[in-house]
């Protein structure tokens, strides 16, 4: 998608005489180059290694019954050393693609391996234990080997880690695994700047935001949602408003830290809707969530589309949900959209006199 707006943007430059053809084309084969831009080649070398996965799997357990304990665990042993050698001399060889399906198979096996002991030898343990063991076993290939593929890997068996303790625990507070989410999800952050897997990143901020749902779902009062709330407008105006101590570390981060600030305010907002689902509370809430979206619309909404279309999307389901839920009455319901309309019709009244201002003193200063 990136380099598809990239590429149009080198291209009407070019018809515009602003960039010579050449350096375009230069610029766009050295983003082609970088490791983490989208490869075709790569992506089927993946699917390869997860559909080879498969068709193991599937073929021991077609011969389960035939098939010798000892000669079990020999085999699936072998298989993740095999796995891992294999990748280790292909990096060495410069074939960095076939090694990272090399390794995102040897972290299957693993995973096999774990389950297979665990039932032949009838190991106490539980799903957690397991799956924070095969969690494990990614993370130290992924730290060893540099690898962007096992890292992506390791943040969705993060997700699989969480998984695994809400069922366990039956959404029951545990001050031992309570914690792993969110330590997996660290974890994660901590590989992605050692192997350069910046796609993973999100994978563990989902992580995190699945699990403060989690704890707000073990709360019975409302103030968990409020923190969400407040935390999460506060860190994204802390994260955008021009000037700020964290607005230049952001810029260099990427559109990540702002679009799940506001997503924490977001899940906050959504939380209290369970709360207050009627009358003159809910009436308030709605104003609140209104006004969230045009702050992060009038702060980041023009340079970040994930923070723009995440605000486009709270906003219409704020006004569908109003239109289902009656407040007080169907003509309180009118007005409060009467008023909210023209609140919004001045706000952008303002804004593009605000934006023809700046645009012209721009254009004097550069005169």
């Known amino acids: 998608m990136y380099r598809g707006r990239l590429k149009r943007d080198f291209d009407l430059w070019v018809e515009k005489g602003l960039l010579a053809r050449p350096s375009a084309d230069a610029m766009l084969a050295e983003y082609d180059q970088r490791r983490s831009a989208?490869?075709?080649?790569?992506?089927?070398?993946?699917?390869?290694?997860?559909?080879?996965?498969?068709?193991?799997?599937?073929?021991?357990?077609?011969?389960?019954?035939?098939?010798?304990?000892?000669?079990?665990?020999?085999?699936?042993?072998?298989?993740?050393?095999?796995?891992?050698?294999?990748?280790?001399?292909?990096?060495?060889?410069?074939?960095?693609?076939?090694?990272?399906?090399?390794?995102?198979?040897?972290?299957?096996?693993?995973?096999?391996?774990?389950?297979?002991?665990?039932?032949?030898?009838?190991?106490s343990g539980d799903t957690v234990d397991a799956m924070l063991l095969w969690f494990s076993g990614a993370v130290v290939s992924a730290f060893l080997f540099r690898s962007a593929a096992v890292t992506v890997a390791a943040g969705f068996l993060a997700f699989a880690v969480s998984f695994a303790m809400v069922d366990q625990f039956d959404w029951e507070w545990d001050w031992l695994y309570g914690w792993s989410p969110i330590v997996c999800a660290v974890i994660v952050l901590a590989l992605v700047y050692r192997t350069g897997a910046d796609r993973a990143?999100?994978?563990?901020?989902?992580?995190?935001?699945?699990?403060?749902?989690?704890?707000?779902?073990?709360?019975?009062?409302?103030?968990?949602?409020?923190?969400?709330?407040?935390?999460?407008?506060?860190?994204?105006?802390?994260?955008?408003?021009?000037?700020?101590?964290?607005?230049?570390?952001?810029?260099?981060?990427?559109?990540?830290?702002?679009?799940?600030?506001?997503?924490?305010?977001?899940?906050g907002l959504l939380a209290l809707h369970f709360?207050?689902?009627?009358?003159?509370?809910?009436?308030?809430?709605?104003?609140?969530?209104?006004?969230?979206?045009?702050?992060?619309?009038?702060?980041?909404?023009?340079?970040?589309?994930?923070?723009?279309?995440?605000?486009?999307?709270?906003?219409?389901?704020?006004?569908?949900?109003?239109?289902?839920?009656t407040i007080d009455s169907m003509l309180g319901t009118s007005g409060f959209f009467l008023l909210s309309g023209l609140v919004v019709a001045v706000l952008a009244f303002v804004v593009v006199r605000m934006e023809k201002l700046f645009a012209r003193r721009a254009e004097e200063a550069g005169r």
């Open 38 to 123: 989208f490869s075709v080649g790569g992506v089927l070398t993946m699917l390869a290694a997860l559909l080879i996965s498969a068709s193991i799997l599937l073929l021991i357990a077609a011969n389960w019954e035939e098939i010798p304990r000892g000669a079990k665990v020999i085999s699936v042993v072998a298989l993740v050393w095999v796995f891992h050698l294999s990748a280790g001399v292909a990096f060495g060889r410069g074939a960095d693609r076939l090694g990272g399906a090399a390794l995102v198979l040897g972290v299957m096996s693993f995973g096999g391996a774990i389950a297979l002991i665990g039932q032949l030898y009838h190991l």
């Open 201 to 267: 990143r999100h994978l563990a901020y989902l992580v995190g935001l699945s699990w403060l749902g989690w704890l707000y779902g073990l709360s019975e009062e409302v103030w968990p949602a409020v923190v969400y709330a407040l935390l999460g407008t506060l860190a994204f105006v802390a994260l955008t408003v021009k000037g700020s101590p964290l607005e230049a570390i952001a810029r260099r981060a990427g559109a990540a830290p702002a679009f799940y600030a506001c997503a924490l305010a977001v899940l």
């Open 275 to 325: 709360e207050y689902d009627a009358g003159g509370r809910l009436a308030v809430l709605a104003a609140a969530t209104i006004a969230f979206v045009l702050l992060a619309l009038a702060l980041d909404g023009r340079d970040n589309g994930a923070v723009r279309y995440l605000a486009y999307t709270v906003f219409a389901g704020e006004v569908l949900y109003l239109s289902f839920v």
